[in-house]
Nanobody, 123 residues
Framework: VQLQASGGGLVQAGGSLRLSCAASGRTFSTYPMGWFRQAPGKEREFVAA????????VYVDSVKGRFTISRDNAENTVYLQMNSLKPEGTAVYYC?????????????????WGQGTLVTVSS
């Protein structure tokens, strides 16, 4: 699976952005998908994940109620709608196809990664 993330940019605090991650190949729907981010000088952290069938989602506490992950298996795309953005949300955001077995034990392990898209939130 090859992944291409897009949609990053510069936004003021309180604003919104929608990230997209387009996947190539016919196996997209067989993977849970996730979004991660890496802020300057920090380790990469998990942000959100969604099951293969787009039913169940999970979020890191810091984005609950503000971010929404969704997917369109017909379009081989996963999205991250980010509302009420905060300056601490400044990071490179990565999409990943996740290990399905690990997913169900709460381990969001990326098997395939996109190249990242930069989100900058100004105060």
């Amino acid at each position: 699976v090859q992944l291409q993330a897009s949609g990053g940019g510069l936004v003021q605090a309180g604003g919104s952005l929608r990230l997209s991650c387009a996947a190539s190949g016919r196996t997209f729907s067989t993977y849970p998908m996730g979004w991660f981010r890496q802020a300057p000088g920090k380790e990469r952290e998990f942000v959100a994940a969604i099951r293969r069938s787009a039913g169940s989602t999970v979020y890191v506490d810091s984005v609950k109620g503000r971010f929404t992950i969704s997917r369109d298996n017909a379009e081989n795309t996963v999205y991250l709608q980010m509302n009420s953005l905060k300056p601490e949300g400044t990071a490179v955001y990565y999409c990943a196809a996740l290990d399905g077995v690990k997913y169900y034990s709460g381990n969001y392990y990326g098997l395939y990664w996109g190249q990242g898209t930069l989100v900058t939130v100004s105060s």
